[in-house]
């Protein structure tokens, strides 16, 4: 599996209209069909530029429906953003790939 991560520092000034388009905007990425699933996070440090931190991660089958959201769907999804919050908003985005989950065993005391 791969994790393709975004992360995103969003002005104060705009974070709660931020935060409420990313409740379609998620949806849309994952409507493209190259993704299984999402995870929106808050980043939990104090950046020095201010505004707030989050982590948009998107969990892809295979690098082959990776590549085609980059082919077919990346620049019109990313553009929306870019015209909505322009300078108010810096991201940056990787890549991940998943080697192996590991979960606890149930120990009894």
């Given at each position: 599996m791969?994790?393709?991560?975004?992360?995103?520092?969003?002005?104060?000034?705009?974070h709660?209209e931020?935060?409420s388009?990313m409740?379609s905007?998620i949806?849309d990425?994952l409507?493209?069909g190259k993704?299984?699933?999402?995870?929106?996070?808050?980043v939990?440090v104090?950046?020095e530029?201010g505004g707030r931190?989050?982590s948009?991660?998107?969990t892809a089958?295979t690098?082959?429906?990776?590549?085609?959201?980059?082919?077919?769907d990346?620049?019109?999804?990313?553009v929306?953003?870019l015209?909505?919050?322009g300078?108010?908003?810096l991201?940056?985005?990787?890549?991940?790939r998943?080697?192996?989950?590991?979960y606890?065993?149930?120990?009894s005391?």
């Amino acid at each position: 599996m791969y994790i393709y991560n975004v992360t995103i520092n969003i002005d104060e000034t705009v974070h709660k209209e931020w935060l409420s388009w990313m409740e379609s905007h998620i949806p849309d990425v994952l409507n493209t069909g190259k993704f299984i699933s999402a995870k929106l996070t808050e980043v939990l440090v104090e950046e020095e530029m201010g505004g707030r931190t989050y982590s948009i991660q998107y969990t892809a089958n295979t690098r082959d429906d990776l590549n085609s959201y980059y082919k077919e769907d990346a620049e019109r999804l990313q553009v929306e953003g870019l015209k909505r919050f322009g300078d108010k908003m810096l991201a940056f985005r990787t890549e991940l790939r998943l080697i192996k989950e590991f979960y606890p065993t149930n120990v009894s005391n």
